[in-house]
């Protein structure tokens, strides 16, 4: 059986999906009348495919519209198709916006086919050394087929290396041309010779060889056995003509002048807010919940999985081998007998894998299913408790199960290891339960070992540690509507797949911590700071926050008004009606009609109208302007004003995020459902939104928020004496900036100037280049070239930090923080210029913005431990970049501001001092 190595370059015939969908899946429609079985279909296997192969660099192919130079070779090439079905041709536009808000590069090249765009990439990224999947059900693309070339068909889910190319078509890959060339090819109109078939082509091919040997040695064809050898060479003869124009017709080309190469076809975060309001249009009610779940990529059912990674490197250890993973000594726990027996076997060990299995993703809501344990490899148990046929006269109720769970699951000295633990104690608190003695989170062991190393979800860890592939959720639960929750699923499936999660966990565990142990950096991180975390975060979720729906519908009121505003603005400034939410259309007015010079071009050929592009053409056009303003407002209302309230929990008449520890990079948190870390802060509309964070009675919001915290992680690392100088005096750091780079003293420092100040030293952070600077600035590079020579004079010591955070990364491989969080860096010895200089820039950056992330995650930790040992009138609400927000009754205000305060400057010790600032009010606006 083929084997994919791990992170293959996935190219996806586009053209070959649509039409098999269409024919595959009935004819859907939304409730607008709008065709949807296609897109459907094809959305449906692209996404299985990305979350079983997790490609780091994907492209999903088309056949662009007119013909193909295959045309001007054979005037009747593919004229036997009709035309496309209008129901068909309606789904394309939409499809192809909805794939790219997937995050996958789509390319659709004029003047040839989706094979030939993909025979050339194939070829390009083996010649560099790159595994190539194709997925496609075409049978020409087997002549691709190389050991580093490998064709998946999802819909039989049949995977075709050269053996398997050979026992299909009883040819290998390299004969593939000549068999289309001699049978022909009914789909594509391909003539072939006269009177060829599959078997005759073959026993052709098979007895001689190729075209050439077959016209170039006639006499040996008689030899052959099979039925009519003896007049084939003949009748090859009169078709030598067709015959090669039939080779020719089947041939990919391999050579077509892309925009693109197969290292720029990297896959990117799914624009989330574009495939909600898509997925909501077209009525793909279960992918709208997954994407606002955050779960449209998740690769296991039953726990929300961590979310894609922005880099995934290939396996680090490729070389070992696969571990057995047998259900021999798997028990379904029936009766309470044996669950008296696992739970003292249990209490015994001096370890143990914990999983819960419940009917939802939302552990607020969440009920529970069953929980599975495992004590050593291979030796797993799994307890249903309210699985919905189970009626046995012996069968454990939920409620006894948990009585005599209860004091183990709570006892602090019962270790335990779970894979996203936070999930499992948030269920468990729905009974009644503090789930204490949380030891290892596999998750977050694989996360703090290398965050970028590929997704820290249990199916993906399985599959890169163990070369083990696990029992998928859709394997025993099924696919779309009809899918079954957890306690629908027939016992004989749900214990093994359960059974396997508490097994699989524990060998994850068991491969990771010694590799932890010996890093004394990652381990510290690991037992300081991300494991204690768990249970804070836990609570942080539980409490919620209070939001004034009235507010928020006022404001969504105010918004439409405006976005109508704006949308006649923009169709004056155009001359005429168009949709803004259309990017073609908008490609169309900006670029064609008005004459627009295009900046960017999409993976597709088209014009950018990207959020970046548009701000650089804000700057000479006043359409592009008005867009921004649009787009930004429209996501605002969509995100915020009309979501918050329909988000608040009947129960507990709040609104419960859900922070997320494995997901990005460097370290920082990330939430979801609702997303708080996007709510802006520096304009009217996001401040209004905050106004709608409101404290109970009796109670105010109190907000504490670092100040500067990255700048003066800066002046730490660097040690340059003016940046400490500065911040020791308790100066203005950006006036103190610019008096230093323009000569003059702090008084004479105009407003402009301290703004110019302040982008290059929030640009040298995040490694901003004079290009960037002279174009946030609107000035010239070369102007922007001499502030940047002027801040290096003045503060050296931040470019010795540079040149040697590049030089250290450059040899080890990654950079740390001042805890030892580390960041892996693999592009940064990379040959391609653009991947090395975003690596330099995120070397930089990194330890800058994880050790932000440490202090903060520091100061959550000891401000918990404040609340869970004093119990004052506080909880701690929301987690947002460098600021936690708190509910403090009206009067403890001064005295929790004044131990909060306390608290997180003294959460880590810098060599500046660390500046928090605390406001209250009776909303989060006033707060901040």
Do not use: C
């Not at 997925?135 to 075709?160: C, E, F, R, W």
């Not at 590929?454 to 083990?468: E, F, I, T, V």
């Not at 088209?606 to 407002?633: C, F, H, M, N, W």
């Amino acid at each position: 059986m083929v084997q994919i190595p791990q992170n293959p370059l996935i190219l996806v015939d586009g053209s070959s999906y649509l039409y098999r969908a269409y024919h595959a899946f009935p004819p859907l429609t939304n409730s607008a009348g709008e065709p949807t079985g296609a897109m459907y279909g094809v959305l449906n296997m692209l996404r299985s495919l990305i979350m079983q192969y997790q490609p780091t660099h994907a492209a999903v192919v088309f056949d662009a519209k007119g013909k193909t130079f295959r045309d001007e070779l054979f005037e009747h090439y593919k004229s036997h198709r009709p035309p496309m079905p209008d129901d068909l041709r309606a789904q394309i536009e939409p499809l192809h916006e909805m794939v790219k808000a997937m995050g996958l590069p789509l390319l659709a090249v004029s003047g040839v086919e989706a094979d030939d765009v993909i025979g050339t990439l194939a070829r390009e990224a083996e010649k560099a050394g790159r595994a190539v999947l194709i997925s496609t059900g075409d049978k020409d693309m087997a002549q691709l087929v190389t050991p580093g070339i490998t064709l998946i068909n999802t819909m039989t889910n049949t995977i075709l290396g050269p053996e398997e190319v050979v026992t299909k078509y009883g040819v290998p890959p390299e004969l593939i041309i000549d068999f289309l060339a001699l049978m022909g090819d009914s789909s594509d109109n391909i003539p072939g010779v006269p009177g060829v078939g599959e078997k005759t082509a073959q026993a052709l091919l098979q007895g001689l060889g190729g075209l050439d040997t077959l016209y170039g040695e006639p006499e040996k064809i008689a030899s052959l056995s099979f039925r009519g050898a003896k007049t084939m060479a003949a009748k090859l003869a009169d078709n030598k003509e067709v015959a090669y124009l039939s080779y020719q017709l089947a041939t990919i080309k391999t050579d077509v002048e892309l925009e693109l190469t197969a290292e720029q076809l990297e896959v990117q975060q799914p624009a989330a807010d574009a495939l909600v309001e898509m997925f909501k249009r077209y009525e793909f009610k279960r992918w709208t919940a997954d994407v606002e779940a955050g779960k449209w990529l998740q690769a296991k059912g039953g726990k929300p999985a961590a979310k894609p990674q922005e880099t995934i490197v290939i396996d680090e250890e490729p070389d070992e081998p696969a571990v057995a993973i047998s259900q021999e000594h798997y028990v379904t726990i029936l009766d309470e007998a044996t669950l008296q027996e696992w739970i003292t076997r249990l209490k015994q060990a001096p370890l143990f894998a914990f999983d819960t299995e419940t009917d939802s993703l939302d552990n607020h809501s969440a009920k529970l299913v069953g929980l599975s344990f495992a004590t050593e490899p291979g030796v797993a148990a799994y307890l249903p408790v309210a699985h919905d046929y189970l009626d046995a006269p012996d069968q454990v109720s939920r409620e006894r199960a948990l009585e005599l769970l209860k004091p183990l699951l709570e006892d602090e000295k019962a270790l335990k290891v779970g894979q996203n633990l936070k999930y499992d104690r948030g269920v468990l608190q729905n009974y009644g339960i503090e789930l204490r003695g949380i030891a290892f989170d596999t998750m977050l062991e694989s996360y703090i070992l290398n965050s970028v190393s590929g997704r820290h979800d249990m199916d993906s860890m399985a599959q890169r540690l163990l070369k083990h592939k696990t029992i998928t959720f859709e394997e025993i639960a099924g696919k779309g509507k009809n899918q079954l929750t957890f306690n629908q699923i027939a016992l004989e499936q749900a214990a093994p797949y359960a059974a396997e999660d508490a097994d699989v966990t524990l060998q994850l565990h068991l491969k990771m911590w010694p590799k932890l142990q010996n890093e004394a950096g990652p381990r510290a991180v690991f037992e300081n700071i991300e494991m204690p975390l768990v249970p804070v975060l836990s609570r942080i979720e539980r409490n919620g926050v209070k939001i004034d729906p009235a507010v928020l519908h006022k404001h969504s009121e105010e918004l439409t008004l405006r976005l109508a505003e704006l949308e006649q603005k923009a169709h004056e400034i155009a001359g005429e009606a168009f949709n803004l939410s259309s990017t073609k259309q908008l490609q169309t007015i900006l670029f064609e009609k008005q004459g627009i010079k295009p900046l960017k071009k999409t993976p597709g050929g088209a014009p950018s109208t990207s959020e970046e592009v548009l701000e650089e053409l804000a700057l000479d056009y006043p359409l592009p302007k008005v867009i921004l303003q649009y787009r930004g407002l429209a996501k605002l209302k969509s995100t915020y004003t009309d979501k918050l309230p329909l988000m608040i929990n009947p129960k507990t008449g709040r609104v419960h995020t859900s922070y997320h520890q494995a997901v990005t990079a460097t370290g920082r948190l990330s939430s979801t459902d609702p997303n708080l870390q996007n709510i802006p802060v520096r304009n009217d509309e996001g401040r209004r939104i905050r106004q709608a964070f409101i404290a109970p009675e009796d109670y105010v919001i109190v907000s504490a928020d670092y100040s500067q915290i990255e700048l003066r992680i800066m002046a730490h690392l660097s040690r340059d004496k003016g940046l400490l100088d500065a911040f020791a005096q308790g100066l203005d750091i950006h006036r103190a900036t610019a008096a230093e780079v323009f000569g003059m003293s702090l008084e004479q420092v105009s407003g402009e100037q301290r703004r110019s100040a302040k982008a290059i030293n929030f640009g040298l952070i995040y490694g901003m280049s004079a290009f960037g600077l002279s174009r946030q600035l609107n000035i010239s590079r070369k102007e922007s070239q001499k502030y940047m020579d002027l801040y290096f004079e003045r503060y050296p010591g931040v470019l010795d930090y540079m040149e040697r955070t590049r030089k250290q990364a450059k040899e080890q491989g990654y950079v740390e923080t001042l805890d030892g969080r580390r960041l892996y860096l693999p592009d940064i010895n990379s040959s391609n210029a653009a991947r090395r200089a975003g690596a330099e820039r995120a070397a930089i950056n990194a330890p800058m913005q994880g050790t932000a992330a440490d202090i903060i995650k520091r100061a959550m930790i000891d401000v918990d431990r404040w609340l869970e040992n004093d119990k004052p009138r506080v909880q701690l609400i929301m987690q947002v970049h460098d600021e936690l927000v708190f509910e403090v009754h009206k009067d403890d205000v001064e005295a929790v501001s004044k131990t909060i305060h306390e608290l997180m400057e003294n959460s880590m010790k810098l060599d500046v001092p660390m500046l928090v600032e605390v406001g209250s009010g009776a909303n989060w606006d006033l707060a901040h």
